[in-house]
T-cell receptor, first 111, second 114 residues
Framework: SQELEQSPQSLIVQEGKNLTINCTSS?????LYWYKQKYGEGLIFLMM?????EEKSHEKITAKLDEKKQQSSLHITASQPSHAGIYLC???????????FGKGTTLSVSS | DAGVIQSPRHEVTEMGQEVTLRCKPISGHNSLFWYRQTMMRGLELLIY????????DSGMPEDRFSAKMPNASFSTLKIQPSEPRDSAVYFCASRGGVAADTQYFGPGTRLTVL
């Protein structure tokens, strides 16, 4: 069965620093989703990538999907305390199905 | 625009009791998903519906769990009888409409079974 592995498991960065979170799949992805979760709250949708080599940005967050569609990275530029939370990658094997998720990366930003 | 609505937000019950979680998807969405999140196992799919019909319930742990979607605007997840190992955060998500590929999550129900 397909699995998603995220790294690192947790990350502490100083405010203003850049960081990268990775998500690797054991199989080719149909779609790759990035969500953010704050403790005690639901998942907030960040971005979705479908095409090999695709890159999307929203404010200071950039996500990329590699050409083989098996690995994605999430890059945050000039981190802020508001970026703190748990980042989850999710994937569906084909259109219209449910998602499987990685275990998440916990990000802390120190000021 | 109202997002996915879940109730209750918190539920504390005793082992053996029946628990019912409720979800109202985003209007116009035709797919609804129930997930469970625990520290040990992360976020896992329990069941999902397309157009009110259950499509994949392979994630439902056992017969104690059941889910229904009587209409496009309401779904329930029932646990009877509940056990301490059912303690988790249960999320409902929906998908459809213009952004048909994206699932939008509710705030979750934190269930504690004593």
């Amino acid at each position: 069965s397909q699995e998603l592995e995220q790294s690192p498991q947790s990350l502490i960065v100083q405010e203003g620093k850049n960081l990268t979170i990775n998500c690797t799949s054991s199989k080719t992805l149909y779609g790759l989703y990035w969500y953010k979760q704050k403790y005690g709250e639901g998942l907030i949708f960040l971005m979705m990538l479908q095409k090999g080599g695709e890159e999307k940005s929203h404010e200071k967050i950039t996500a990329k999907l590699d050409e083989k569609k098996q690995q994605s990275s999430l890059h945050i530029t000039a981190s802020q305390p508001s970026h703190a939370g748990i980042y989850l990658c999710g994937a569906d094997k084909q259109a219209g199905t449910a998602l499987i998720f990685g275990k998440g990366t916990t990000l802390s930003v120190s000021s | 625009d109202a997002g996915v609505i879940q109730s209750p937000r918190h539920e504390v019950t005793e082992m053996g009791q029946e628990v019912t979680l409720r979800c109202k998807p985003i209007s116009g969405h035709n797919s609804l998903f129930w997930y469970r999140q625990t520290m040990m196992r992360g976020l896992e799919l329990l069941i999902y519906f397309n157009n009110n019909v259950p499509i994949d319930d392979s994630g439902m742990p056992e017969d104690r769990f059941s889910a229904k979607m009587p209409n496009a605007s309401f779904s329930t997840l029932k646990i009877q009888p509940s056990e301490p190992r059912d303690s988790a955060v249960y999320f409902c998500a929906s998908r459809g409409g213009v952004a048909a590929d994206t699932q939008y999550f509710g705030p979750g129900t934190r269930l504690t079974v004593l």
